[in-house]
């Protein structure tokens, strides 16, 4: 089993994990270490998908974190090689991501 951290340092949206091979995800914490609420979106991008995030390929919409607050996913997801999971915040430095992963 593999572990990704990922700070995400800006409200643009960012890469948190990229397969390399044929990986599941199989947990991802959103962890608000900040004193007020952030909101995330969560991506689920396929490697033929020259877009990137967007309502196309949206996972989570406007998940609220309290202050303080984790929030995990337990939702399994199969990617393919060089599929990402991407996620944006409402506000820089205050949330950390970390994608549980392993080989399939």
């Known amino acids: 089993m593999a ?3 990922t700070r995400l340092t800006s409200t643009d949206i960012t890469t948190v994990f990229s397969a ?4 599941a995800v199989v947990n991802i914490y959103f962890c608000n270490n900040s004193a007020g609420n952030v909101n995330v979106n969560v991506f689920a991008i396929n490697s033929d998908d ?3 995030g967007g309502d196309t390929n949206q996972i989570y ?3 609220e974190i309290l202050a303080g607050d984790t ?3 337990s939702e399994k997801l199969i990617l393919d090689d060089t599929d990402e999971i991407e996620a944006q915040a409402s506000a820089a430095n205050a ?3 970390t ?3 392993i080989a399939v």
């Open 95 to 97: 949330v950390t991501v």
């Open 3 to 5: 572990i990704t951290n």
């Open 61 to 63: 919409s406007a998940l």
């Open 20 to 23: 390399s091979g044929q990986q």
């Open 99 to 101: 994608v549980s992963s």
């Open 50 to 52: 020259s877009t990137g």
């Open 71 to 73: 929030y995990i996913s």
